[in-house]
């Protein structure tokens, strides 16, 4: 049974742990830090590596915790004292490069260091270096807390930044998102400001439905994605609309929420007119949600958002709340229930 670790976007420990569980077989966690997970499960590696709601994962060969750690300091100990085991996860994977990342930016390291645990490996594997387009990657990472892992990594860059649209949102995020709206499928759910729509593409990926709507109040985008979801042969309806007003929604229609809205820090809103924003937006969800029914927003704005839910608390339960760092920037994600 290997060792895991898994990167995350900042904030949602407890989320990850929680789907963590909920996912894999016999899961233990062994560390929970901010943005990464160490845990063992007994399924598969090759379920392992499938997991949305992670950005990487990893099999975990040697763990380092010293507060003076430095990432020659671990090269050094892994040429000279570390036993390697590392794990063949398939005869077709021949090439492989080390990779070092400190506080999460890729960090030059001693070149000399570096080639002695490539020969290592290359030893024990018989694999061959490729320092562009590897099968593998091996990962030297150190955290600001002083620890250190040096693993291999199982996952593919599923998809880069390079494939998304202009403020899409990454799938570990819209699949974190969609999980913290309890799926089920009776759901009739909905996106109001749905944007490049992947939201709504994550959500009929990954688990059954009744419907899915999508709405935005920019036609050109709505044009985008009715064309998308034609092409992609998905079951999404995609109108447009003001998700302040929600005219096309009947009252008491809808079971789940999910959200992204406009942030305010890209169209420059002051605080009163998101304040009233927001509010509309709140009475609109309202309206259209069923009893019991489930709102997951992410926004850009915390104590505005947290304050003016105090204005709503004959409404809405706050469940569930998170600070997140999404694109370096902070945000939070909010889950409320409709009473
Ligand atoms: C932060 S973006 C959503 C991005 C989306 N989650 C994605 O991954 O592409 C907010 C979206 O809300 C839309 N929007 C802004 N005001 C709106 C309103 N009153 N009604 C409906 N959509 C609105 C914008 O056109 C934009 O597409």
Sequence with gaps: MYIYYSTFVSGFENAVKDFLIKSLDKTKIVLLLDGLVVYTTTTDVNKVKELRFVNNTFILIKE???????????????????KLNIPVLSVRQKTFRIITSKENQLSAVDNTLLIKLEEKIKYFTKYRTNRKKPDIEFWILLRSEGRGFFGMRITHNHDSAKSLQQGELR?????????????????????????????????????????????????????????????????????NGDALVLPSIANNSIDKIVTDPPWGIFNKKSESELNIFYTQMLQSFFRVLKPGGVAVVLLGQRELFLDLLKDFTDKFILEQNFSVLISGKKAGVYKIIKK
């Design 64 to 82: 380092f915790s010293d507060k003076n750690l430095s990432l020659d300091l671990m090269l050094n100990e892994l040429v000279n004292n570390a």
């Design 171 to 239: 799938p570990e995020v819209t699949n974190i998102l969609c999980q913290l709206s309890d799926m089920n499928k009776t759901d009739v759910f909905l996106d109001p400001f749905v944007g490049s729509g992947a939201i709504p593409i994550e959500r009929v990926k990954i688990n059954k439905y009744t419907r899915v709507i999508a709405t935005d109040n920019d036609k050109k985008l709505v044009n985008y994605l009715q064309t998308n979801v034609q092409r992609m042969n998905l079951k999404i309806e995609v109108y």
